[in-house]
């Protein structure tokens, strides 16, 4: 491993590699620490086979400090032709042993704090899927909801590839999570601050300015609204939108790290790098 000297760790994130795209295989290629002590946080969607999310994996945890994923939609689906075909809680399972395997830190282990610059802050990496709560407007139920975004022509692949069994649904996996993981930030050290790091946002927010307002659906969930106050947020990470910004609620610093498809980065030209610096804090910038 080859770093610059004389430059203290950093707290990195990046999201959404999608290294199914040639083009974002070499991107992922070019990631590098800026020094030995750098730590990168993976929001999810690295891809969808199990090869190559192990590729990605082996690869950043050779080169960061110290690795942390959650996982995103589409590591969870079971697509065809995959060496592994496991479903739901099994497939994710199965990807945290990968992880173990690797040295790379999962929601699954106990949380990191973060000792470098800007610390100490807890490192909280969350898996909490959606509830089909972030409704469109006009409707009460997941399936009011549903059929609303199905007549927009608006429906995620994860509604045929992402399997939640044993749960009978994926919101009904994704209660189950929100409320384990409810408890574990809960039993944190109540005097650190926390970075939350999940795939998905955890407020709404965000969602406003997607192309397809009933994409919202697949995107979080309402019972995680006030998540960054309560459990003392320095910073929020996440991506699934593909919308690289920053933004603040209730004060609290919220990254969107996506990469994304070549065909969303070359038209915007990835303006917002490929690494986001989470910690120390750096410079605001707007959006
Ligand atoms: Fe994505
Ligand atoms: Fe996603």
Redesign the pocket.
């Known amino acids: 491993m080859t770093a610059a000297r004389g430059r203290a760790g950093r707290l990195l994130a990046t ?2 590699l ?1 290294v199914a795209y040639e083009e974002n295989r070499r991107i992922v290629a070019d990631l590098r620490p800026g020094s030995d002590d750098d730590w990168l946080l993976v929001a ?2 690295v891809g969808e086979r199990v090869d190559d999310i192990h590729w990605v994996l082996e690869l950043l945890a050779h080169r960061f400090a110290r690795v942390v994923w959650v996982p ?1 939609n ?1 590591e969870l689906w079971t697509p065809k032709r995959d060496s592994v075909d496991l479903r739901g809680v099994r497939r994710y399972e199965h990807l945290v042993d990968l992880c173990r395997g690797l040295g790379v830190l999962t929601p699954e282990d106990p949380y990191p704090v973060w000792e470098g610059e800007g610390g100490p802050v807890t490192i909280a990496p969350l898996f909490l899927l959606y509830d089909y709560t972030f409704r469109p407007d006009g409707t009460a139920s997941k399936e009011e909801a549903l059929s609303a975004a199905r007549e927009a022509g608006v429906v995620c692949t994860d509604e045929f590839l992402l399997h939640p069994d044993p749960y009978p649904s994926r919101d009904a996996w994704s209660r189950a999570r929100i409320e384990e993981t409810e408890r574990r930030l809960a039993a944190c050290d109540p005097s650190l601050p926390t970075v939350l790091v999940n795939h998905w946002p955890l407020v709404r927010e965000p969602t406003r300015v997607l192309r397809y307002p009933e994409f919202a659906l697949w995107c979080g969930s309402e019972r995680t609204a006030d998540w960054h106050v309560r459990f003392r947020a320095a910073a929020v990470v996440y ?2 939108l ?1 919308i690289p910004r920053t933004t603040w609620h209730d004060g609290v610093r919220f990254e969107e790290v ?1 990469v ?1 498809y070549p065909r969303e980065w070359r038209q915007y030209g990835l303006r917002r790098g490929t690494l986001r610096q989470i910690l120390p804090a750096p410079e605001p910038v707007s959006d």
């Open positions: 999201s959404d999608h999810g969607d995103g589409h991506g699934h593909h996506s994304g």
